[in-house]
């Protein structure tokens, strides 16, 4: 049964840095399409980035140039680094995981529990 565990999360002034982990258990990452969404209050879940598991990404364009997405095989661990906050990227994060569903939408088998990312 896999398992996702995010960390990474805080509060950050605008145009800092977090580097969000989503750490898999149960199974190889590299055997998934992996995916990271966020949802703030109000707010319907969207996909931020996406990665195949033959290593293709894609980024949101609310995103593109500021967040990358990456796996660690050693660690089994996916990653979203993400540069130049803005204030309205302020949501809970969650990475998710399928081994069939690589899409943009949200219809991934397995989720995580979140960590916030606040930016002032």
């Known amino acids: 049964h896999v398992q996702l565990v995010e960390s990474g999360g805080g509060s950050v002034q605008a145009g800092g840095s977090l580097r969000l982990s989503c750490a898999v258990s149960?199974?190889?990452?590299?055997?998934?399409?992996m995916g990271w969404f966020r949802q703030a209050p109000r707010k319907e879940r969207e996909v931020v980035a996406r990665?195949?598991?033959?290593?293709?990404?894609a980024i949101a364009d609310s995103a593109k140039g500021r967040f990358t997405i990456s796996r660690d095989f050693a660690e089994n661990t996916l990653h979203l680094q993400m540069d130049s906050l803005r204030p309205e990227d302020s949501a809970m994060y969650y990475c998710?995981?399928?081994?069939?569903?690589?899409?943009?939408?949200?219809?991934?088998?397995?989720w995580g529990q979140g960590t916030q990312v606040t930016v002032s």
């Open positions: 998710a995981a399928d081994r069939w569903f690589c899409g943009l939408g949200s219809a991934y088998i397995h």
């Open positions: 149960g199974d190889a990452v590299s055997r998934y399409c």
């Open positions: 990665i195949s598991s033959g290593g293709t990404t």
